[in-house]
């Protein structure tokens, strides 16, 4: 007999002996052997192996989704199928939803006219690299900088420079690093920063033959490569890190560039992270 008040998670193993026993002593079929003492017969049955699936898919978009609290279902069902996941993106959507993962959207600014200005496309890796700098603070209220370099074409982020003052110099240092193992940008875009625009990085452009193209000032929408960069790297790393020192800072934001250019997916290159599309464009 099923005791009263006890757990319905106590009396579980309870119902399916009773029912055990109906069905051995009377020779009836399992929906009557539940019908009699009224169980549902949910209670008796084992999990199917569809049903411990769909738990196991629930598990492991709950799992990625604290991973990355940034990612919308599109970009969490890219990094399913990364791991061999063959599940349809509607499917995710539902269960998405249904467990309330749903990253909260930001109100974008509506652009003007006059704002929507395309640069000329890209078509190759090296034409066009995007250059920009954000500004963080560490728990101590100390002010640090990231210069942020960006392949246009292939999305790779090139450079993350840390530090509490970048000069030209240091910007210059910077891309010359990249260009020893990669070979020289056709151009690059910056803004009107006196780092940008000062005569160290002026010198370097011109002795490597590199075209300097300047945005229009107060118009970030005109490099809009690395002001959507800057956007992840704000959202999914700066606002989620508390900071408590700048060599802290430096780890954190290599091992997030590392994550971005190799292991998280982008719609804008067919669900492939940046170094791997690069490699594609290079086997050709």
Known sequence: M??????????????????????????????????????????????????????????????????????????????????????????????????????????????????????????????????????????????????????????????????????GHDVVRSLEAVVRFRGAPQAITTDNGPEFAGKALDLWTHARGITHTFIRPGKPVENAYIESFNGRVRDECLNIHWFQSLDQARLILTAWRQDYNDVRPHTSLGGRTPNEFARLEQAG
């Not at 279902?73 to 349809?88: A, K, P, Q, S």
Request: net charge positive; aromatic share 6%.
């Open 2 to 167: 099923v005791t009263p008040g006890t757990t319905s998670q106590a009396q579980t193993p309870l119902k399916k002996q009773m029912v055990a026993l109906l069905r051995d002593s009377f020779t009836v079929s399992e929906r009557r052997a539940c019908r009699v003492p009224g169980f549902s017969r949910t209670t008796h049955r084992r999990n199917s192996p569809k049903r411990e699936k769909d738990q196991q898919l629930v598990e492991r978009l709950r799992m990625l989704a604290r991973e990355r609290p940034r990612f919308g279902y599109r970009r969490i069902h890219l990094m399913l199928g990364r791991e061999g996941e063959t599940v349809n993106h509607k499917r995710v959507y539902r269960i998405y939803r249904a467990e309330g993962l749903a990253v909260r959207k930001k109100e974008r600014r509506k652009l003007s006219v006059g704002e929507r200005q395309q640069k000329p496309q890209v078509s190759a890796p090296n034409q066009r690299w995007s250059l920009d700098f954000m500004a963080d603070q560490l728990a101590s209220g100390q002010w640090f900088r990231v210069l942020n370099v960006v392949d246009d074409f292939t999305r790779e982020c090139l450079v993350m420079h840390v530090g509490t003052s970048i000069t």
